[in-house]
Structures are given as C-alpha cells and as structure tokens.
C-alpha cells in the first residue's frame, strides 16, 4: 500500500529563506522511497533534514518516524536473530532495531581470513553459519598452532573490538560462512543513541567468550614465554622510529614481566592518551628504589595492548622488540626477587 502524507502549511507567513511546501513533500516523499528500499541510513538522514527545515511539520515528522520503524520491523530475518536470542531478549524494542539493522552481513569463501594476529580492527564478528579456526603462531615451536573452532552463535574480535588491543590470534573460514559484522563506528552510533546499549552488549560477550574458554580449555593463545609477577615501578616514553624519545614521561607499576615482553599500569589515563599509545614504540626503565636494576630492563618496545581496569588505571601489554636471552632473564628473575 502506497504511504502518502501532505505537508500542511503554517497560518503564520513563510520566511524568505523557509523551504517550500513542495521542497518538503519531496523530502518525505523520499524518506518513504528509500525506508520501502531498506536504506535506512539514508531514510534517517533525510528524516534529520526535514526535522531541521520544518519542525513544525510534527504530523510528517511522526509520519516519517512511523514508516521507517514499519518497514524495519518487517525486515527483521527470524533466523539472524534466533543465534543470540539470549542477548536480543535484553534490548527494547528500538534497540533491537537500530542494533539488528546496523549488523552487516557478509558471505566468505572457505580459506579466507577475517583478522590477522598482529593486527588492529575495529569490527565485531558474529558468526551466522559455517565454521573458522583461530590459530596462533606459537614463537617457542616456531609453527602456527590451531586453537579453537568457532561456529554459529559464537562472536571472534571482542577484545580487539572493545580496547586498544591487537589481535593475538588468526582467523580463517574453514569452509563457506556467513558473519555478522559490527563497524566501530556503528557501535558508537548505538551506545550516543542509547546509552545502556553499551553495557548490556560488553556483558554478553564477555559472558560468551567466558563460555567458550570453560568448554574449550587451553585452547586460546598465551604468551609466547613464561611470566613472573613483579612490583617494580618505573619510567615508560614514546619514541619515534629513528629512537628520538617523546618529552612526555609515563610514570608506571609493572605487573608482570617475561624475556618477550611486559605488562605495567598507568593511573588516571585519559582515552585519547590510550588512542595515541596504542601500537606506538615505547622505551621503558624499571626500578625498584633499593637496588640497581641491570640495564636488560631498559627495553624498547610496542604497544599491542591497552585496556581500562574499573580501578581507574590502565593495563599496558608492551611486546620488546629484541626478547631478553633466557639465560640472562634468569639472571633478572632472581635479582628482581621475580616471582612465577
């Protein structure tokens, strides 16, 4: 059935640089074209002009409003929904659609991958049908190893996808899939127009990934040397490619340390401090005020991980660039009092 609403006029005089009836009828005209072609974005966009040009125009506004919805509950595909109905029970009706509407759908090829281990990302996947494998490279053996197989109903990218973190795993199709994919940007969109969307979606997923490391133990990748727990403190700084250090200086507690790499926390870090770490090169110095500390512990390295703790400091996971000998990290164990 043909949707039609006429734009009514005001009794008050239209102003020189007010849109005319005409120009707004093909605004809302076009608004109800592109909601029936499922191009909702846009639909919205055009909804957002006609708001600005003509807020008075409320019967064509909730008109407009009123189409979009319809047409996107008609679009709602059972079968996309039914892999996560546990999380899609939580959400309200809006959130349902905006969420379900801004998963884009993707078909692959067996052998391809979705994400390298190494690298950045900024989509969450949820796995509609078909199967991947995660798999690591596995720098003790010097070979890839396989880790885990996901299938429908599982989500791959939470921690990438929720904090400044690298992938620490490889995944490929094992045989022809179809994945859901959340662009960061979308999700930003989502959490601005909803704002309990957030939580509600972090807690699922952490929840799932939680399930899926009890059924398959020692199946996830692990670093590739043995770490000990430390309370030493010390200096980290920024450098640049030619070894130039940055003024900035972090004051920062290591938590753990292995001949390959370190993890140390940093109070009170601000978002956009966290953005500019990220994946940067680092050089660190660790002290622990009553003893000298071997020069082997002023590293430089990168940056693969960051992520916020509810302490309000945040956990820095920083990969050295040259690993320390095992003979000589021995060494560093027991004169840092190092404790496996």
Known sequence: MKESQTISATNNPPKKDAPRKEELQAIFDEIVRQAHLKDFSKAERLLDE???????AVKAIEKSVEIINK???VGLDPARIKPWSDFFIKLTHRETMAFYNALKKIRLRPNLPLFKQGNCDNRLYFILSGSLKLNYYDYNQKKNIVSGVLRQGDIAGVEAFFTFTNHTQNLKTAEESEILCLEKADYRKLI???PGFEKKLRDFCEKKIAGYQAEHPGQMARRAHRRYKTSLTGFAQLIDDQDKPCKEIFEIKLVDLSASGVCFTIDNMKINDAARLHNSRIQLKAS???RS?????IRT??????KFNNVGDCSVH???ETPIDELKFSEIAQHADLTA
């Open 192 to 194: 601005a127009d909803f």
């Open 293 to 297: 500390i071997p020069d082997d512990l």
């Open 71 to 73: 047409y996107k509950t």
């Open 288 to 290: 622990d005020h009553t």
């Open 50 to 56: 006609l708001i600005q040009k003509a807020p008075k």
């Open 301 to 306: 390295g990168k940056v693969v991980s960051l």
């Open 318 to 320: 920083v990969q050295f």
